[in-house]
């Protein structure tokens, strides 16, 4: 009778303990803002609603199992969702898609992954990659890599601080009835320096997309924050894209900061483009306002002055306006109004 009772609790106990070992954790952050935006171009100012201009709008799922000896195994899904309409923003998990394994040795994922570029652009940026005249618009079209699709990522575990980046996306760009074009394979590198209020990194690609060159993707960042000076935090970035066959390289460049009060942030940034002859320069401010630890208002202005070859954007998390091609010379500027609620 006693052995049969044993049993039972062994039995009733098994799903507890199980549960105990993994966990999984719903998540995501709805963000949705009334901006009046001009692009420089003919059609004028125009007022318009639309989602993620300080955070991309998206819900995903994380979580990990415990596997034993300090080995754990890792995922995450995560979508991005358009609130202004309701609809997905694009492929269901394309913000990031990964599956692997995390330890003393760091963490290796397979999937969609983050690039090691990515990793220090949003360490350095001052507007942490939202509203307008984030650092974002350096991963626009034929410019840098933000995500890498096919890729296996590693992580290392923190050394004194240091850390490294590695990673491989298999471009996959050949096929029975291409065997000769290049394979698209990006590889790329990484260092990450942390010590108390101090980040430094760097970070570069190499991408096999044409036959005659490799594109050449590089970054370096750094960001401080004073503790003694309130939380004041600066933040400051270079980012260069060299793609082959293009003759003149993109490049960018940040310099920001952020400073709390209370419930208040203010955030300041200036950035600077460059193509060749052509070079547009920004400066944004933003503001946000705390009413609980998940839920913010907030404002932002951005204006981008272009020099008279030049049609670069503002971006935000989400958004890009950015002048007609033909409307060479035209400045885009943008006001937003906005709430952000995070789960």
Same mark, same amino acid.
């Given at each position: 009778?006693q052995?049969?009772?044993?049993?039972a /609790?062994?039995? !009733? /106990?098994? &799903?507890l $303990? /199980?549960?105990a070992?993994?966990?999984?954790t719903?998540?995501?952050?709805?963000? !949705?803002?009334?901006?009046?935006?001009d %692009?420089?171009?003919p059609?004028g100012?125009? %007022?318009?609603? @639309?989602?993620? @201009? #300080?955070?991309?709008?998206?819900f995903?799922?994380?979580?990990?199992?415990?596997?034993?000896?300090?080995?754990?195994?890792?995922f995450?899904?995560?979508?991005?969702?358009?609130i202004?309409t309701?609809?997905?923003d694009?492929n269901?998990?394309?913000r990031?898609?990964v599956?692997g394994?995390?330890?003393?040795?760091?963490a290796?994922?397979?999937g969609?992954?983050?690039? &090691?570029?990515a990793?220090?652009?949003?360490?350095?940026d001052?507007?942490?990659?939202?509203?307008?005249?984030?650092?974002?618009?350096? $991963?626009?079209? @034929?410019?840098?890599?933000?995500?890498?699709n096919?890729?296996?990522?590693?992580?290392?575990?923190s050394?004194?601080?240091?850390?490294?980046?590695?990673?491989?996306?298999?471009?996959? /760009?050949k096929?029975?009835?291409?065997? @000769?074009?290049?394979n698209g394979?990006?590889?790329?590198?990484?260092?990450?320096?942390?010590?108390?209020g101090l980040?430094?990194g760097?970070?570069?690609?190499?991408?096999?997309?044409?036959?005659?060159?490799?594109?050449?993707e590089?970054t370096i960042?750094?960001a401080?924050k004073?503790? #003694?000076l309130?939380? $004041?935090?600066?933040?400051?970035?270079?980012m260069?894209a060299?793609? !082959?066959g293009?003759p003149?390289?993109?490049?960018?460049?940040?310099?920001?900061?952020?400073?709390?009060?209370g419930?208040h942030?203010?955030?300041?940034?200036?950035?600077? #483009?460059?193509?060749?002859?052509?070079?547009?320069?920004?400066?944004?401010?933003?503001?946000?306002?705390?009413?609980s630890?998940?839920t913010?208002l907030?404002?932002?202005?951005?204006?981008?002055?272009?020099?008279?070859?030049?049609? $670069?954007g503002l971006?935000?998390s989400?958004?890009?306006?950015?002048?007609p091609?033909?409307?060479?010379?035209?400045?885009?500027?943008?006001?937003s109004?906005g709430?952000?609620? %995070?789960?």
């Amino acid at each position: 009778m006693q052995a049969k009772r044993l049993v039972a /609790a062994l039995v !009733a /106990a098994t &799903p507890l $303990f /199980a549960a105990a070992q993994s966990n999984v954790t719903l998540y995501g952050i709805l963000d !949705a803002a009334i901006s009046s935006q001009d %692009t420089g171009g003919p059609e004028g100012r125009t %007022t318009v609603v @639309n989602s993620g @201009n #300080q955070s991309s709008s998206r819900f995903g799922f994380k979580g990990s199992e415990d596997l034993g000896n300090g080995l754990k195994a890792i995922f995450n899904l995560e979508a991005g969702a358009s609130i202004d309409t309701g609809a997905a923003d694009s492929n269901l998990f394309q913000r990031r898609a990964v599956v692997g394994l995390e330890g003393d040795f760091g963490a290796i994922t397979l999937g969609r992954e983050y690039s &090691p570029i990515a990793s220090v652009a949003a360490a350095t940026d001052a507007f942490g990659q939202g509203f307008y005249g984030s650092n974002l618009s350096a $991963f626009t079209t @034929n410019r840098l890599t933000r995500r890498m699709n096919n890729s296996v990522s590693y992580k290392s575990a923190s050394f004194g601080g240091l850390k490294l980046l590695a990673a491989y996306a298999a471009g996959e /760009a050949k096929t029975a009835t291409t065997p @000769n074009v290049p394979n698209g394979d990006l590889k790329g590198v990484g260092l990450e320096y942390t010590l108390g209020g101090l980040y430094v990194g760097g970070a570069y690609h190499t991408i096999k997309r044409l036959a005659t060159d490799d594109d050449k993707e590089s970054t370096i960042g750094a960001a401080y924050k004073f503790d #003694q000076l309130g939380g $004041f935090e600066l933040k400051g970035n270079w980012m260069q894209a060299d793609r !082959a066959g293009t003759p003149a390289k993109y490049k960018q460049y940040n310099l920001g900061g952020s400073m709390p009060f209370g419930m208040h942030r203010v955030y300041a940034n200036f950035q600077q #483009q460059k193509q060749g002859d052509a070079k547009g320069n920004t400066w944004a401010l933003a503001y946000t306002y705390s009413l609980s630890k998940r839920t913010n208002l907030y404002a932002s202005y951005a204006d981008l002055d272009n020099n008279r070859i030049s049609v $670069f954007g503002l971006t935000s998390s989400s958004v890009t306006i950015a002048p007609p091609a033909t409307s060479l010379g035209a400045d885009p500027k943008v006001l937003s109004l906005g709430v952000r609620h %995070t789960f």
